[in-house]
């Protein structure tokens, strides 16, 4: 099946900086999409983004399918941005979704 | 404004019970998935669940699991014979157009 790796593992910024998160995966995909887990353990939809570039407040996110990665980008880091950052890529159109094993982000004051 | 809602949020259930989660979708749709994330880990696929079938599971899936959706609307996941090893987090999520939506997750621990 398709593998799907995040970087970084794990990640502290103070509050106010910026990060980027990385997610590589082994074939092409049809389906990307970025997770926020809050704390509560709720996943939080980002982002749909198959391609390109979009963006929604302090963070925007790329996938170069070409090239088989997606970045998620944090500007102006909060403390609510704490918690674990997660792709999931699904390689056709209304199948299951493999999820990457996250980056634990901690946001301090 | 939630996709779809899941009960109970939290379960506590005695190894070799039979437990039942449920998951209602906000509207009618036809797709569904469940996923389980043992803590600390990553979200596992289970199985997905189209017009009232079962259209592909996982190797986790195995004949202690279940799924049904019994009167058209509520989508159910049952565990016939609870282990320790299934304390998890267990999520519902629908098929929107091109992405998944996820439910809030209902916390399994099986004691």
């Known amino acids: 099946g398709i593998q799907v790796e995040q970087s970084p593992p794990d990640l502290i910024l103070q509050e106010g900086a910026n990060s980027t998160l990385r997610c590589n995966f082994s074939d092409s995909v049809n389906n990307l999409q970025w997770f926020h887990q809050n704390p509560w353990g709720q996943l939080i939809n980002l982002f749909y983004i198959p391609s390109g570039t979009k963006q929604n407040g302090r963070l925007s996110a790329t996938t170069v399918a070409t090239e088989r990665y997606s970045l998620l980008y944090i500007s102006s880091s909060q403390t609510t941005d704490s918690g674990v950052y997660f792709c999931?890529?699904?390689?056709?159109?209304?199948?299951?979704?493999?999820f990457g094993t996250g980056t634990k982000l901690q946001v301090i004051p | 404004e939630p996709e779809v809602t899941q009960t109970p949020s939290h379960q506590v259930t005695q190894m070799g019970q039979e437990v039942i989660l449920r998951c209602v979708p906000i509207?009618?749709?036809?797709?569904f998935y469940w996923y389980r994330q043992i803590l600390g880990q990553k979200v596992e696929f289970l199985v997905s669940f189209y017009n009232n079938e079962i259209s592909e599971k996982s190797e986790i899936f195995d004949d202690q699991f279940s799924v049904e959706r019994p009167d058209g609307s509520n989508f159910t996941l049952k565990i016939r014979s609870t282990k320790l090893e299934d304390s998890a987090m267990y999520f519902c999520a629908r098929q929107g157009v091109g992405e998944q939506y996820f439910g809030p997750g209902t916390r399994l621990t099986v004691t």
């Open positions: 509207s009618n749709h036809l797709y």
């Open positions: 999931a890529v699904a390689v056709g159109g209304y199948q299951k979704v493999t």
